[in-house]
């Protein structure tokens, strides 16, 4: 009996961080382009690549990934918010994050 007992309360342990885990992934990150410049923000193939288009200010973003680049500056691989797939690499320090 006390076996089966602390299998359940393992098992319920298990089930309360297993809910928890999802339940912080459910508050995702949304991000914001600004770039202080006033410009569109590049966007490139790689982090400080090839320029493959550009973000308005106000666009909301996900970041997928961030890197660096070989000076040390921080690049996010980001998408627009409510599209799907990679769009690409942009400067860190010209998006602001937020929980939704």
Same mark, same amino acid.
């Given at each position: 009996m006390m =076996? /089966?007992?602390s /299998?359940?309360?393992?098992? =319920?342990?298990l089930?309360s961080?297993?809910q928890?885990?999802?339940?912080?992934a /459910?508050? %995702?990150q949304?991000?914001?382009v600004t770039?202080?410049?006033?410009?569109? =923000?590049?966007?490139?193939k790689?982090?400080?690549?090839?320029l493959v288009?550009? =973000?308005? &200010?106000?666009v %909301?973003?996900?970041?997928?990934k961030?890197?660096?680049?070989?000076?040390?500056?921080?690049?996010?691989l980001?998408r627009?918010y409510?599209? &799907?797939g990679?769009f690409g690499?942009?400067f860190? %320090?010209?998006?602001?994050?937020?929980n939704r």
């Open positions: =076996l /089966k007992s /299998k359940i309360v393992s098992f =319920l342990l089930l961080l297993w928890s885990y999802f339940n912080i /459910k508050a %995702e949304v991000c914001k770039d202080p410049t006033g410009t569109p =923000l590049n966007v490139r790689t982090p400080n690549g090839s288009g550009t =973000l308005k &200010n106000g %909301e973003v996900y970041i997928i961030i890197d660096y680049d070989s000076q040390g500056r921080p690049w996010a980001v627009p409510g599209q &799907n990679a690499w942009v860190r %320090e010209f998006i602001s994050c937020f």
